[in-house]
């Protein structure tokens, strides 16, 4: 199966909670209908991996969004991309899952810190 239709523009975007948990759900289903298996059938989502061999979304577009966060770091200060994709701090009355905290927490996932990514 090509997920990277489903993955499209995910470096950019901001990834939150509930979006994590639409993306499970549709690729659960479509795992599902890939292995022409119903609900009923009672099968988990591990067996569901095994059969299909298909990656996790939602890791595929935290290593994406980590690529881009490192590209964007090693470009030119004067560059489009970077200057458009500036990220900025949350505010008081705004989601907790924001860029930036979305970028910390894929980077945390990788092993990565700030520091190395800028060093490169």
Do not use: H
Not at 38 to 50: A, C, P, S, V
């Amino acid at each position: 199966m090509d997920y990277m239709a489903m993955l499209y523009g995910s470096e950019t975007r901001t990834v939150m909670k509930k979006t994590e948990m639409m993306m499970r759900v549709a690729q659960r289903r479509m795992d599902r209908m890939m292995a022409r298996v119903t609900l009923r059938d009672r099968k988990t989502n591990e067996w569901l991996r095994g059969v299909t061999k298909v990656k996790d979304f939602v890791k595929c577009a935290r290593k994406t969004k980590i690529q881009w966060a490192r590209k964007l770091a090693l470009m030119d200060v004067n560059n489009w991309a970077r200057r458009s994709t500036k990220w900025q701090s949350r505010r008081e009355k705004e989601p907790r899952s924001t860029k930036n905290e979305a970028a910390s927490l894929d980077m945390q996932d990788s092993g990565a810190s700030v520091d190395e990514e800028s060093d490169q």
